[in-house]
């Protein structure tokens, strides 16, 4: 398979910017309706163009087409999020104002911005992997929790919260992005995974050690007590719990938890439900050799828990969140220390899964063969 589809796909995302300044200026553009069919009408336009355009060289693998068209859309938010902030405009006001309405908001910004950056660049590294012909399950986990931690918090913090009533039809264009995933994500899993090269005799001796032998792991240790701790206290406060550390921590330390847009709300009680049993198994996963789920829950959580954190600390500090909610200045080193350390952990937890993967193997192998055959 040639480097045309890549080249093709790459190109048509590019063509997000001309496009949504065209649809900006097109008279007639003002109704929600309209706007959903406008919406519709673009994304499958563009996968006509992409089939053709890929010509002889079309990808076996279906992603690649979910892919293309999600890279699109990630353009389409990194130009939302900089029209809020006014880095540039007549892009998408129509959007915004019979479109989604709500990602004007501060937490709508933030995670337009990691759309159009981060999920962007994964994207076009999975487009490149499937036209190259390399295995992308490590990149594909890590994009299927971030964009599935993204889309939770944002549709129950809409439907919920003080942009309840301003939802338009236009909110149907996220269940695609609901239905895909669920299947990506089967597919992904489904895919043989990519491991470094390892003896029998280093996967029997990372099996055997003692747990005091591996500093790394400690540390690892120590950070998952403080996450299930920092969870805990946080989940509470979404919970109005009405302790006196709860009360302080929400007044004094995180305001921002109090905003009536409801997605820090929302975050929070996802972190408890979702995060919180995560950190118990990384626990155990670490302390009983054989886990190989530890390969790629980790990997899973860790985009969950950076697209979250990005998104709810931008949004904590950005001036489109009301002052009365922002975090204090006497409080801002300590809440960037403990978010930072909450979000910089779970990718150092898969890093260490990814790098050092024996000692998450059931059983020992006799060799390598035998080795790639028991994690796939």
């Given at each position: 398979?040639?480097?045309?589809a ?21 008279p ?5 309706e ?22 002889s ?59 159009g ?147 820090p709300?929302i ?10 049993p ?41 001036p ?7 975090v ?18 779970a ?12 000692f ?6 006799r ?10």
């Amino acid at each position: 398979m040639g480097p045309r589809a890549g080249i093709a796909a790459f190109l048509s995302s590019l063509s997000a910017v001309p496009v949504s300044q065209l649809i900006n200026n097109l008279p007639g553009v003002d109704s929600p309706e309209v706007v959903f069919a406008a919406g519709a009408a673009v994304l499958l336009g563009l996968l006509l163009v992409l089939y053709l355009l890929a010509g002889s060289s079309r990808p076996k693998d279906p992603l690649f087409y979910v892919f293309a068209v999600f890279s699109f859309t990630s353009v389409i938010d990194l130009v939302i999020s900089l029209e809020q902030d006014g880095y540039i405009k007549g892009f998408m006001t129509f959007y915004m104002k019979e479109g989604e309405p709500y990602l004007r908001s501060a937490y709508g910004i933030l995670i337009c911005y990691w759309d159009g950056t981060v999920h962007y660049v994964l994207y076009l590294t999975m487009i490149a992997a499937i036209t190259l012909g390399w295995n992308y399950r490590s990149v594909g986990l890590y994009w299927l929790g971030s964009l599935t931690m993204s889309l939770i918090t944002l549709l129950l913090g809409t439907s919920v919260g003080k942009f309840g009533s301003e939802i338009r039809p236009a909110f149907l264009l996220n269940i695609p992005y609901v239905l895909l995933p669920i299947w990506a994500g089967k597919k992904i899993v489904g895919s043989p995974r990519s491991l470094p090269s390892a003896s029998a005799d280093q996967v029997a001796k990372e099996q055997t050690r003692w747990l005091y032998r591996w500093p790394v792991d400690l540390c690892l240790m120590v950070y998952l007590t403080f996450a299930i701790m920092y969870t805990l206290l946080r989940g509470f406060v979404a919970l109005d719990c009405s302790l006196d550390f709860c009360d302080t921590y929400k007044y004094d330390q995180e305001p921002y938890l109090l905003d009536p847009v409801m997605y820090p709300r929302i975050q929070m009680l996802v972190n408890m439900f979702y995060l919180l049993p995560f950190f118990g198994l990384a626990l155990y996963g670490l302390v009983v050799p054989g886990c190989a789920w530890m390969l790629d829950i980790t990997l899973v959580f860790a985009g969950a828990i950076a697209q979250a954190q990005f998104a709810h600390v931008g949004a904590s500090l950005h001036p489109r969140t009301s002052f009365t909610y922002q975090v204090p200045n006497n409080a801002l080193s300590d809440f960037i220390y403990a978010n930072a350390i909450f979000a910089i952990g779970a990718q150092l937890l898969a890093l260490r899964c990814a790098i050092f993967p024996g000692f998450f193997l059931k059983g020992v192998p006799r060799n390598s063969q035998e080795m790639e055959k028991k994690v796939n």
